[in-house]
């Protein structure tokens, strides 16, 4: 007999797929017992290669039968699955966004606060990355004095042609709007994302790269540059800019080889390995504190607030002008 905790995964594409394997594998004091996914060739080819994994077809059963959710299905199905988890009381780590729009993620933050406990953490993983750490300690520890600007760089090689210019907002850009609220310890008071001349490798009528700018409450500015589409591999990049120096991160410069004429590193294909270790340390300390049966990370708030800035952003994208972010008083939701 285990005490170990029961997990159930919720989608079991590319990112459900590579936590199936976190959990399975190397995740201490959890079992993954359960996958849940309307493909279900896919679920059973997986629970098949994992060994002792149930799969389970309707989502809302598998949450009622497992001590704890990992949902990694697409965005526009988090919100009732969300709801659900918190009906059966069951810990959730919820890929982000936490969902699609600001309206229904504040619904989740006031569902969240009816029960009376922290069950949901989002799966916003930058904050785990070892670097990414490093550089929030060393802005928090004051050495650089204020930091007054970030200029980030979010790349991926491709995406899939369903992925418009809407996704590249509250898919994509949503890492660096939690980055930024994040590292500066603010809120993004107003959202500008500019769309320059598309790149011609896309489908017609998507806007990328685009450009943003994140204006905080503080006075901070962040500018991000999300470029899906980017063809040679998955970039991420942060430099902070501070009153006494600068600090960068994602330079991967680790290891710079000579061969055949060139040299350089490698680039990697996606977000798996470049952010690898951080979903494992992200599943490790969300199950630690899930045994207790609460959270230990993003909040269910920093998804609503990450929701709001990213609809000001498909606003500021649509109607090509900055669009204040409207967001509800914390202490009026969570008393
Ligand atoms: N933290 C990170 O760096 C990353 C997070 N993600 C997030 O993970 C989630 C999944 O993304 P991907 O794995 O890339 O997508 P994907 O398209 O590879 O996989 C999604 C899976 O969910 C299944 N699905 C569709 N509708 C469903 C429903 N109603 N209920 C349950 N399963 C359903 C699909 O059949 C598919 O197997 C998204 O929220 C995405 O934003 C994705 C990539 C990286
Ligand atoms: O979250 C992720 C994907 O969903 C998103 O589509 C990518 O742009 C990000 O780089 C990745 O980290």
Redesign the pocket.
């Known amino acids: 007999m285990t005490s170990d905790l029961r997990i159930g995964i ?9 936590h199936a394997e976190r959990v399975a594998r190397r995740t201490s004091g959890a079992r993954l017992v359960a996958v ?4 279900a060739a ?2 059973t080819a997986l629970a098949t290669a994992l060994d002792g994994v149930q799969v389970i077809g309707d ?1 809302l059963q598998l949450i009622a039968e497992v001590d704890a959710v990992i ?8 919100a ?2 969300l709801m659900a988890c918190l009906e059966h009381g069951k810990p959730v780590l ?4 936490l969902t699609m729009d600001a309206e229904s993620a504040l619904r989740v933050v006031e569902a969240e606060h009816k029960t009376g406990r922290s069950l949901i953490q989002v ?4 904050r785990f990355d070892p670097e990414y750490a490093a550089l929030k300690q060393l802005l928090d520890s004051g050495d650089l004095g204020r930091t007054l600007l970030l200029h980030n760089v979010h790349r991926n090689k491709t995406v ?1 042609e369903t992925f418009r210019s809407e996704m590249i907002v509250r ?1 994509s850009l ?2 660096e709007v939690d980055v930024a609220r994040w590292l500066f310890d603010d809120e993004i008071a107003r959202i500008t994302v500019h769309a320059p001349k598309p790149t011609s490798l896309v489908g017609e009528g998507v806007l990328d790269p685009q450009l943003a700018i994140f204006e905080m409450a503080g006075g901070a500015i962040a500018d991000v540059e999300v470029f899906v589409n980017f063809q040679v591999g998955y970039e991420v990049r942060c430099e902070a800019v501070a009153e006494k120096g600068s600090a960068t991160i994602g330079l991967g410069v680790d290891v710079l080889t000579r061969q055949a004429g060139h040299w350089g590193g490698a680039v990697p294909d ?3 390995v470049r ?1 690898g270790p951080a ?1 494992d340390i992200e599943v490790q300390r969300w199950v630690n504190a899930a045994a207790s049966g609460g959270i230990d990370g993003p909040t269910a708030w920093d998804g609503y607030a990450a929701a709001a800035v990213c609809t000001a952003g498909v606003q500021s994208l649509t109607e090509g002008r900055p669009v204040e972010v409207e967001l509800a008083r914390r202490s009026e939701v969570l008393g």
Not at 11 to 17: D, F, I, L, P, Q
Not at 36 to 39: A, E, G, I, L, M
Not at 71 to 78: D, E, K, R
């Open positions: 919720i989608g079991v594409g590319a990112m459900g797929a590579d849940s996914d309307p493909d896919r679920a989502p949902i990694a299905s697409p965005g526009f199905a988090h009732e699955q919820c890929e982000k966004p799966g916003f993983m930058r899939a898919d949503v890492h996606d977000f798996r952010f979903y």
